[in-house]
């Protein structure tokens, strides 16, 4: 089964930047997809970055061009670099895996609470201040 733990949130003023990493353990012969999810406080999770099994990256429309999703296999470590940070990005980030594609996700707004991938991080917070 496959378990992932996130790290690197923190507090930040606006403009500056953090990096998210996701360890992943627990993958036999399995290839998963990878996503960032966030929840902001009072609001429902959203998609925020994807990458697909070929490195093929997609990203919500609130944070194109400010945020990089990357992985390395070799360290079996999924990262979200974050720039130019804005107070409306404060939210826990969680990382997740699944077998089908996670890039639909992203585009389709809040996502049910009910929605069942097969594994989601613990969550790490970030807050960003003006």
């Known amino acids: 089964q496959v378990q992932l733990v996130e790290s690197g949130g923190g507090s930040v003023q606006a403009g500056g930047s953090l990096r998210l990493s996701c360890v992943v353990s627990g993958v036999t012969n399995r290839r998963y997809y990878m996503g960032w999810f966030r929840q902001a406080p009072g609001k429902e999770r959203e998609g925020v970055a994807s990458?697909?099994?070929?490195?093929?990256?997609s990203y919500a429309e609130s944070v194109e061009g400010r945020f990089t999703i990357s992985k390395d296999n070799a360290k079996s470590t999924l990262y979200l670099q974050m720039d130019s940070l804005r107070p409306e990005d404060t939210a826990m980030y969680y990382c997740a895996a699944d077998q089908i594609p996670l890039r639909p996700l992203l585009a389709i707004g809040p996502i049910r609470p009910d929605l069942r991938l097969d594994a989601w991080g613990q969550g790490t917070l970030v807050t960003v201040s003006s």
């Open positions: 990458i697909d099994l070929d490195g093929t990256t």
